[in-house]
């Protein structure tokens, strides 16, 4: 499967924005789906996860309340609704598909198969 995510951009603390991630090439609800970021000078960490129906979806703590993932099965697309965004949500934004992916899992980064080229966010202050 072949990820492109769009949407990242420069914006001010305290602003929303949504980055999506257009899935192609494969039957996209066989994967699990997550959103990684890396930051500079930082290791690439997790962000979000979301099952194959989208009914249950799984956050770093870091972000709980403020960003949502979502997917719409029919447009091969995940999303994250970043909101009260904050100056160290600055990062490279990566999404990613795992077709094998269990509940342990979704955090690990070596558990998704396919990654996007990722996308800019900027956070000032």
């Known amino acids: 499967v072949q990820l492109q995510a769009s949407g990242g951009g420069l914006v001010q603390a305290g602003d929303s924005l949504r980055v999506s991630c257009a899935a192609s090439?494969?039957?996209?609800?066989?994967?699990?789906m997550g959103w990684f970021r890396q930051a500079p000078g930082k290791e690439r960490e997790f962000v979000a996860a979301?099952?194959?129906?989208?009914?249950?979806?799984y956050y770093t703590d870091s972000v709980k309340g403020r960003f949502t993932i979502s997917r719409d099965n029919a447009k091969n697309t995940v999303y994250l609704q970043m909101s009260s965004l904050k100056p160290e949500d600055t990062a490279v934004y990566y999404c990613?598909?795992?077709?094998?992916?269990?509940?342990?899992?979704?955090?690990?980064?070596?558990?998704?198969?396919?990654w996007g080229r990722g996308t800019q966010v900027t956070v000032s202050s």
């Open positions: 090439g494969d039957t996209f609800r066989r994967y699990v």
């Open positions: 979301i099952t194959r129906s989208g009914g249950n979806t």
């Open positions: 990613a598909a795992s077709a094998t992916a269990i509940l342990s899992s979704y955090r690990n980064e070596q558990s998704y198969n396919y």
